[in-house]
């Protein structure tokens, strides 16, 4: 969160927010980004198994950019 708001501080954000086969804590992840955060955005998507071969089951991340 702090890199986060280092980068963008207060502007609105688009965010997706992926996962490796774990929608619970990409959910908790989102609801997290949107306590810190103005989401004008919010977008989800499944890791495929080139990435998750690296990243494991479970894995999630949250890709942002400014609205």
Same mark, same amino acid.
């Given at each position: 969160? /702090?890199?986060? !708001?280092? /980068? $963008?501080? /207060? !502007? ?5 927010? %992926?996962?490796? @086969? @774990? *929608?619970? $804590?990409? &959910? &908790?992840?989102? %609801?997290?980004? !949107?306590?810190? #955060?103005? =989401? &004008?955005?919010? +977008? $989800?998507?499944? =890791? +495929?198994?080139? =990435?998750?071969?690296? %990243? +494991?089951? +479970?894995?999630?991340?949250? #890709?942002? *950019?400014?609205?």
């Amino acid at each position: 969160m /702090d890199l986060l !708001k280092a /980068d $963008y501080g /207060d !502007k609105p954000l688009h965010v997706t927010v %992926a996962h490796a @086969n @774990n *929608r619970l $804590y990409a &959910e &908790e992840l989102s %609801a997290l980004l !949107k306590q810190h #955060f103005v =989401i &004008e955005s919010l +977008g $989800y998507a499944t =890791i +495929g198994p080139t =990435i998750g071969t690296h %990243a +494991g089951p +479970g894995a999630v991340a949250a #890709f942002v *950019r400014p609205a």
